[in-house]
């Protein structure tokens, strides 16, 4: 069992950024696939962004291509996401989501295991 914990949400005016950060309750992700995806009220959860912890290898969704960043930061043992040029239909809850097989598309489907998710909110 992954725990996953997001942190880094909050309150943002439109055009700034924000980085997102998940950690596991286990130390290091070793070699699952970790990203992000999120829901704004009243429409489906969307896929953002997920990272192979052990080969690098990036996958982008759509929700938000250009505009983030994931990455791995090996010191802190944390998945992180820089969001940039935030809109106020960004403003979502975002979830941290992990998946054993490593599979940064296979994360996109279907993760494995979820955080308990974190608020961004874009407005003035």
């Known amino acids: 069992q992954v725990h996953l914990v997001e942190s880094g949400g909050g309150l943002v005016q439109p055009g700034g950024s924000l980085t997102l950060s998940c950690a596991s309750s286990?130390?290091?992700?070793?070699?699952?696939?970790v990203g992000w995806f999120r829901q704004a009220p009243g429409k489906e959860r969307e896929f953002v962004a997920a990272v192979s912890w052990s080969r690098g290898n990036v996958y982008y969704g759509d929700s938000m291509k250009g505009r983030s960043t994931i990455s791995r930061d090996n010191a802190k043992n944390t998945v992180d996401l820089y969001m940039d040029n935030l809109k106020p239909e960004d403003t979502a809850v975002y979830y941290c989501?992990?998946?054993?097989?490593?599979?940064?598309?296979?994360?996109?489907?279907?993760?494995?295991?979820w955080g308990q998710g974190t608020q961004v909110t874009v407005s003035t």
């Open positions: 989501a992990a998946a054993v097989s490593g599979s940064v598309v296979f994360l996109s489907q279907e993760p494995d295991y």
């Open positions: 286990g130390g290091s992700f070793g070699n699952y696939a």
